[in-house]
């Protein structure tokens, strides 16, 4: 959000900036979906709805799950929330407390630790490597487990790695968690933008090993291009759901009520345009990973989901020059005009975030720039080998 944020500023200072640092899919979002938000404000759709939904939602994200997952779960299971952030949030809120030690992974999307810190518990890291894709390891995840561990957080696909969990980890994971009594929060909220046929049932992993202690956050921004909608859902078991419900029907209440009319349209219409997108994606990838791969300096594999290009710079980098990536993404934005997120953003430094939620042309350009831009900066010797 800093870099969109310096982007606009220069954008309306006249200066011409490619931006790679997006967390949100550059398409409109469907027709369809808009509406039926259309719609609800025509039938003065406009009043509190329930704090934590109304029923057509709680059933079409149930029902979407029961079609995409084989797993059930009533309305008195399913919360609906501002955005999977808010999920996450509640379940943060309500599952977790002082003294208590939350285990994820990293690189992370850096809400998923502040919002272990603001329940007062402590983020433990378990890191992942490139080297294997960052995958997701339940021997080092249950490793890390102590008396004190209360909750484990997957989030898969990954932002910013693009990596997925492989099911047979997760379900190691939520028997190990079974037996100790140790929540599983998963963030799906990439969950429809995986580009290859790969196994990736979580709900049904988990529904089948741990699901008295397992909370899905899901959302409709990436999926359905709703970003700024800001709809998403957290489903567990209902006295989880209903501390928070609690928690929402006393903070924020509910979500938009013509908010939550699209997203049901969104859930039980035609997933036609979600197909679409990730084949549009899928395409920048492969063109965006042919281009970068031009230069063995910036090294990257292509991510199994969501649209980041995750790519390693530290052969780019010395004591003499960039020394950071945060300096390589400033410098970068300084002499080149491209924005990118350092990995600095997700405690991976070396690495830099690229967002592939932008247009070809864009991508080949920007390509252009930053493979220039590695030409210009790169430390003599690396730049020899
Ligand atoms: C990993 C991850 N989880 C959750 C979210 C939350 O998105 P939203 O609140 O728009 O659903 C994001 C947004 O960037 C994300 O990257």
Redesign the pocket.
Known sequence: MKVTATVDRLRRAGVEVIDFGA??PDFPTPTSIKAAAHDALDQDFTKYTPPAGIAELKRAVADRYRADCGVDYTDAEVIIT???????YNSALTLFGPGDEVITHAPY?P??TEQIKLADAMPVLVRTQPEDGFAIHARAILDAVTPRTRGIIV?SP??PTGALIAESELAAIGEAAARQGIWIVV?L??EKLIYDQVPHNLPGVLARTCRDRTIL?G????AYSM?GW???WAIGPANAIAAAGALQSHSTSNVTSITQKAVVQALTGSQAPVREMLDEYRSRRDKLHAWLSADPRLRCRKPAG?FYMFVDVSDVLSLDGLRTSVDFADALLESARVALTPGEAFDAPGFIRISYATSIDNLREGSARLLEFVRAHAPREAAAS
């Open positions: 967390g949100e501002a955005g999977g952030k808010q999920a996450l999307w809400t998923l989030n990954c932002n963030d909220c990439y956050c959302s409709a921004s990436k970003t800001r709809c998403g969501a």
